[in-house]
């Protein structure tokens, strides 16, 4: 039974700052329409499939051999992608950005330094903490869940933090966080040296004219852009997560990561979807659309919905908010409740998933829930 098992867990000599401890755990339901983890549910265009097919068949001859440690190709079809100037020596990549970051914080952080990012922030920051043995720390946000130059930089002044991480747009509230907010965090770690960390998951959902923090990345050797074809490119089975720095810092990532870390199918799967990226990229526009309609919607239902510059929307507070989650499951509707003060998050989903998704929302509305 679950609660032996959590004795018998106790009782292993597992590390002190995970006991207790719970793991990422978004539920997977299966239900029509899952709007919970902001993928992108459209499914692969036919010239994609057909592409990374060829692609993994190529890899099959030499499967024997262990992959390209260096994914040179990839890097350069990567840097292609980013332009700003980029060439495959600052990129690098691995399986999905939680495991660049996870390499990140090796490098950077780890026993006796710390990882600052702005709550409510993407909930894996913590835990990738714990997970290295490095001290989290919680800064804050306006009431508005943006951030200001100011304050964030004072807040950077103050802790010192050996890594920062800024989430723009932000998950789980879709706020766009400004590159002058980005500048003076980077200047604020002028004396302590910190790694300044910008993760872009969802910039791609950005409304148009919203600058990617790549355009800093000149002159700030200790800046590192983090991307991922999980959300965009709608390939999160992939995993395939990459960053934009300085050469200096792939290098020193080189020496964390474990040897042959991306598979030659993973690479193969990857390089060809970016050689089709206008296909796949071409249901961004509908996505973004899709999330406009979420957010006028829940406005119209008086559910007051944050603006976003992502595909998901955090809406509330809501007077029962796991009423309204439930309500949405009965209907074959599944969202994310982030555990914020009432507050859910639903994903953009096709249009035919949202209006079900709004529907319903009005029904929830109209019975009082
Ligand atoms: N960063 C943010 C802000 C995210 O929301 C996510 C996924 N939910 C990730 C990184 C990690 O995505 P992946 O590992 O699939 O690239």
Known sequence: DAEGRLERLAALPLRENLRGATPYGAPQIDVPIQLNVNENTHPLPD?????ILRGVEGTLDTLNRYPDREFT?????????????????????????????????????????????????????????????????????EPDFTLTPDAAAAQVRAEAPDVVIVCSPNNPTGTSTGLDVVEA???????TRSMVIVDEAYVEFAHTGTPSAL???????RLVVSRTMSKAFGMAGTRLGYLAA??????ALRLVRLPYHLSAVTQAVALG??????????????????????VAGLDRLGLTPTPSDAN???????????????????AGVIIRDIGLHGRLRVSAGTEAETTAFLDRMRELVDAGV
């Open 215 to 221: 355009r800093l990345l000149p002159g700030r050797e």
């Open 47 to 51: 010239s994609v499939r057909d592409a």
């Open 185 to 191: 965090v980077y200047a604020a770690t002028e004396q």
């Open 246 to 251: 300085a050469p200096e810092v792939t290098d």
């Open 273 to 294: 979807a970016l050689t089709h990226a206008d296909a796949l990229l071409a249901t961004v526009e509908d996505i973004k659309a899709q999330r406009d309609r979420i």
């Open 73 to 141: 190709t990839l890097r350069a079809s990567l840097a292609r992608y980013l332009g700003h100037g980029l060439d495959a020596d600052h990129l690098w990549a691995a399986n999905g950005s939680n495991e660049v970051l996870q390499q990140l914080l090796q490098a950077f952080a780890g026993p006796g330094r710390t990882l600052m990012s702005f709550p409510p922030t993407y909930s894996m920051y913590p835990l990738l903490a714990s997970g290295t043995d490095t001290r989290y720390i919680a800064g804050t946000r």
């Open 312 to 330: 998901f929307v955090l809406f509330g507070p809501l007077r029962d908010a796991t009423a309204v989650w439930h309500g949405l499951l009965d």
